[in-house]
């Protein structure tokens, strides 16, 4: 069974950092694309990065480039997503998902980053 | 950057009633188009990709059609765990992706 389990969200002051990691198991990690998407509280989905099986090619949404970096750890089954400079609009539900071609075909239940002093 | 729109906004219906829900690109993305089911407090799922194809365990009464710029998602009766959020999704040629606002569908 597939499972993507996030962890390292919470309470952080503006302009603080956080690490999210999101451990997989249940597939063969090192053979999938996977992307980090999150959800402001009412709001939509926003799609904000992803990262290549092997971590040779990485792309950001624009409002995070410079700040976020995505990286993985095939040996570990696990996916991170390094936040720094937060902004108070960066608050929302973090989710790790595994991309299948187009698409994301198994997501995690997802962390909360709230940033807010 | 390609725009997704989704209509209505709000959907109510009742149980055992078809619904039908829009979304339109700013410019063709060919076929290449995924629906999402997500329901309070939980992850999205993926229902629909390469907009007419089922993903694995979605029941038969949910289908989508479409392509270039309009795509349709159809539940063909409402069952009462349908009623949720649905979003549209595209990935560009610069593997990025984005998400349409969403089309709440909710009980009438």
């Known amino acids: 069974e597939v499972q993507l389990v996030e962890s390292g969200g919470g309470l952080v002051q503006p302009g603080g950092s956080l690490r999210l990691s999101c451990a997989a198991s249940?597939?063969?990690?090192?053979?999938?694309?996977m992307s980090w998407v999150r959800q402001a509280p009412g709001k939509g989905l926003e799609w904000v990065a992803n990262?290549?099986?092997?971590?040779?090619?990485?792309y950001y949404v624009d409002s995070v480039k410079g700040r976020f970096t995505i990286s993985r750890d095939n040996a570990k089954n696990s996916l991170y997503l390094q936040m720094n400079s937060l902004r108070a609009e960066d608050t929302a539900v973090y989710y790790c998902?595994?991309?299948?071609?187009?698409?994301?075909?198994?997501w995690g239940q997802g962390t909360l980053v709230t940033v807010s002093s | 950057e390609i725009v997704l729109t989704q209509s209505p906004a709000t959907l109510s219906l009742s149980p055992g009633e078809r619904a039908t829900l829009s979304c339109r690109a700013s410019?063709?993305?060919?076929?290449?188009l995924a629906w999402y089911q997500q329901k309070p407090g939980q992850a999205p799922r993926l229902l629909i990709y390469?907009?007419?194809n089922r993903a694995t365990g979605i029941p038969a009464r949910f289908s989508g059609s479409g392509s270039g710029t309009d795509f349709t998602l159809t539940i063909s009766s409402l069952e009462p765990e349908d009623f949720a959020v649905y979003y549209c999704?595209?990935?560009?040629?610069?593997?990025?992706?984005?998400f349409g606002p969403g089309t709440k569908v909710d009980i009438k």
């Open positions: 998902a595994r991309e299948l071609r187009l698409w994301h075909d198994y």
């Open positions: 249940g597939f063969t990690f090192s053979s999938y694309w």
């Open positions: 990262i290549k099986q092997d971590g040779s090619e990485k």
């Open positions: 410019q063709s993305v060919s076929s290449y």
């Open positions: 390469d907009a007419s």
């Open positions: 999704q595209q990935r560009s040629n610069w593997r990025r992706f984005t």
